[in-house]
């Protein structure tokens, strides 16, 4: 199982931006795709998931009416379209697939490819 998160980079606050999760080695269908975040200096910290069936788990809050997870089994590819983003948003983001179906936050979030960064500036 392979993941590879990309599209991260600078944003001004009140910006956009789509990190796209690339799936190689695995059957991305059969498995629900979470993203979480780690910030500089803090623990990392679960933000949502998505089943197998396009269901959708928040971890955070703060994200809801913000971020929007989608995916497309096709392209092997999990996107996370971040709207109206704050400087705390700024963080290293991974994707992970926690198992056939999203979890409480962090179990099964236990292995993930490289993230990306993305920095909000205020």
């Known amino acids: 199982v392979q993941l590879q998160a990309s599209g991260g980079g600078l944003v001004q606050a009140g910006g956009q931006v789509r990190l796209s999760c690339e799936a190689s080695?695995?059957?991305?269908?059969?498995?629900?795709i979470g993203w979480f975040r780690q910030a500089p200096g803090k623990e990392r910290e679960g933000v949502l998931c998505?089943?197998?069936?396009?269901?959708?788990?928040y971890y955070k809050d703060s994200v809801k009416g913000r971020f929007t997870i989608s995916r497309d089994n096709a392209k092997y590819t999990v996107y996370l379209e971040m709207n109206s983003l704050k400087p705390e948003d700024t963080a290293v983001y991974y994707c992970?697939?926690?198992?056939?179906?999203?979890?409480?936050?962090?179990?099964?979030?236990?292995?993930w490819g490289q993230g990306t960064l993305v920095t909000v500036s205020s």
């Open positions: 992970a697939a926690p198992g056939s179906s999203c979890p409480r936050w962090p179990k099964g979030f236990h292995s």
């Open positions: 080695g695995f059957a991305l269908g059969y498995y629900a």
């Open positions: 998505i089943g197998r069936g396009g269901v959708v788990t």
